[in-house]
């Protein structure tokens, strides 16, 4: 079974080699169409504390390492300026 992968937002970076990231998946709502954003957080392993708030990366599921935390940074797509 392949890993699992998302991409999203870092919207936290305050915890030691943790970041927390945003991903947000688009559905259509069954009877009315619209498109509708639905967001989650996930708490992901950055080892060498390189994430910034606002950069752009993906992620993907690993063993759990922590408590809270089952996903590791596995690339920064998009640094923040």
Not at 6 to 18: L, P, W, Y
Not at 24 to 31: C, E, L, V, W
Not at 52 to 58: I, M, N
């Given at each position: 079974m392949p890993k699992k992968e998302?991409?999203?937002?870092?919207?936290?970076?305050?915890?030691?080699?943790?970041v927390v990231v945003k991903v947000?998946?688009?559905?259509?709502?069954?009877?009315y169409k619209k498109i509708i954003e639905t967001t989650k957080n996930y708490k992901a392993h950055d080892e060498e504390n390189k994430c910034?708030?606002?950069?752009?990366?993906?992620i993907v599921e690993s063993k759990?390492?922590?408590g809270g935390k089952h996903?590791?940074?596995s690339e920064i797509v998009e640094k923040v300026k």
């Open positions: 998302r991409q999203g937002v870092v919207i936290s970076n305050k915890m030691e080699k943790t947000a998946s688009y559905n259509q709502h069954p009877k910034d708030e606002g950069d752009t990366v993906k759990p390492i922590s996903w590791v940074v």
